[in-house]
């Protein structure tokens, strides 16, 4: 089945620590997003990926980091400098173009211990 | 002011009643309106796309769009239990890769 994969769907991140969510598709989608949700907040895009090798800032990338050096994959790193990382991070994927429509994993929990 | 504005709710139902879900925007150059449904603790799932002023209808659902007032609208007939999520609208300007998110409205649809 195609679709889009999140691992780990729960992560603990400690103070000081960098950790890494893990986005992979089969859908051979061009684009892929990273989004994070806080309760009340909707959706916040973080970064954003149209090719390989190529990823741009979205609106909250600070103290985030990307890298896209395969087509299916699109990691995720929380580093240290973000103070406030709990939240339910989003990945998704799209065709590509002008016609937006994002197909989503099931998203992964990051909690701080 | 916000580009989307949404009703938060919480939005309460007796299954079979007909939900109407609104968001407002700001900017008339927006083309392309979604409704994404998202179960608790999952990731959302495009319900519907438009970009053209007026009504389209899929099942139950069906999305409004009025471009002169800048306001959209999703209507659900017959509402199910299982229709309980929250429910994001979406707008896009349409050259870009950016879309622009509702905070969302909890649904609850009481059996």
């Known amino acids: 089945d195609g679709g889009i994969t999140q691992s780990p769907k729960y992560l603990f991140r400690k103070e000081g620590q960098n950790v890494t969510l893990s986005c992979e598709q089969n859908?051979?989608?061009?684009?892929m997003y990273w989004y994070r949700q806080d309760p009340g907040q909707g959706l916040r895009l973080i970064y954003y990926s149209q090719i390989v090798n190529d990823f741009q800032k979205g609106d909250i990338a600070e103290g985030y980091s990307v890298s896209r050096e395969k087509k299916e994959s699109f990691p995720l790193t929380v580093t240290s400098a973000q103070k406030n990382p709990t939240a339910f991070y989003l990945c998704?994927?799209?065709?590509?173009?002008?016609?937006?429509?994002?197909?989503f994993g099931s998203g992964t929990q990051l909690s701080v211990l | 002011q916000k580009e989307v504005e949404q009703d938060p709710g919480p939005l309460s139902v007796p299954e079979g009643a007909i939900v109407s879900l609104n968001c407002t925007y700001s900017?008339?150059?927006?083309?392309?309106f979604m409704w994404y449904r998202q179960y608790s603790r999952k990731g959302p799932e495009l319900l519907m796309y438009?970009?053209?002023?007026g009504n389209k209808e899929d099942g139950r659902f069906t999305a409004q769009v009025d471009k002169s007032s800048k306001y959209i609208s999703l209507f659900i007939r017959d509402s199910q239990p299982s229709d309980s999520a929250t429910y994001l609208c979406a707008i896009q300007r349409g050259s870009n890769y950016k879309l622009t998110f509702g905070k969302g409205t909890l649904l609850t649809v009481n059996p």
């Open positions: 998704a994927s799209s065709i590509g173009g002008t016609n937006e429509k994002l197909f």
């Open positions: 859908l051979n989608h061009d684009a």
């Open positions: 900017n008339s150059a927006f083309q392309y």
């Open positions: 438009t970009y053209s002023s």
